[in-house]
């Protein structure tokens, strides 16, 4: 009886311990891939890449963030309680496969606050290189956006952005004088 109640006390200290950690993230140290991106006038949100459930999309965002694709792009289409969108660009790069359930792919984040995922149109395959951050619990959308990454530093940051933004209709949509400018991302590997 002693032996059994020493096993079940370490696994409930093993749970407990687990529960700090954060249940969106399926990446190992060695795979986590970082992207800071500044933001002017609010400060750096700092994103954690998830390469396990949307790969695709995790190298597409890297590298065009690598190649400074994003910098001095801006956050268009903002939704204080949902999200905020940015990187439209006349320069549209090629699309990606959606990695999401209703296009065939198993990912198993979901939509919370600090989720970043790929914006696209009605095809399931037209992601490029619009992103979002939820600055809610947005579940309704998993399934039909490819989530990869999480915001795991200045989630205030985005909220802020959220706050501030004055949209001009019903989508989120912010006149261009008014639209927060990301400065630069960094990427930073293991």
């Known amino acids: 009886m002693k032996k059994w109640k020493k096993t079940a006390a370490v696994l409930c200290a093993a749970v407990l311990l687990g529960c700090g ?3 969106q993230s399926s990446v190992s140290a060695q795979e986590a891939v970082r992207v800071e991106m500044t933001v002017k006038d609010y400060g750096t949100i700092v994103m954690e890449m998830d390469p396990v459930n ?3 999309t995790v190298e597409n965002f890297v590298k065009l963030a690598e190649s400074g694709f994003y ?3 801006t956050f268009h289409r903002i939704m204080d309680g949902f999200m905020i ?3 439209a660009s006349a320069n549209k790069p090629a699309t990606i496969q959606g990695e999401f359930s209703s296009n065939g792919w198993e990912n198993k984040l979901s939509h919370v606050k600090g989720t970043v995922s790929m914006a696209r ?3 399931p395959n037209s992601a490029s ?3 979002f951050i939820c600055v809610a619990d947005d ?3 998993d399934g039909d956006y490819a989530a990869f990454g999480t915001v795991v530093e200045g989630l205030e940051i985005a909220e802020k952005i959220a706050k501030d933004a004055k949209p001009v209709d019903n ?3 912010i006149p261009k004088d008014e639209q927060p400018i990301i400065e630069k991302m960094v990427v930073k590997r293991p």
């Open 129 to 131: 290189s619009q992103f």
């Open 85 to 87: 969108q940015g990187g």
């Open 21 to 23: 950690s954060k249940p």
């Open 171 to 173: 989508n989120g949509t």
């Open 121 to 123: 149109a009605n095809d």
């Open 71 to 73: 910098d001095g792009l």
């Open 54 to 56: 949307a790969p695709i």
């Open 139 to 141: 579940r309704f959308l």
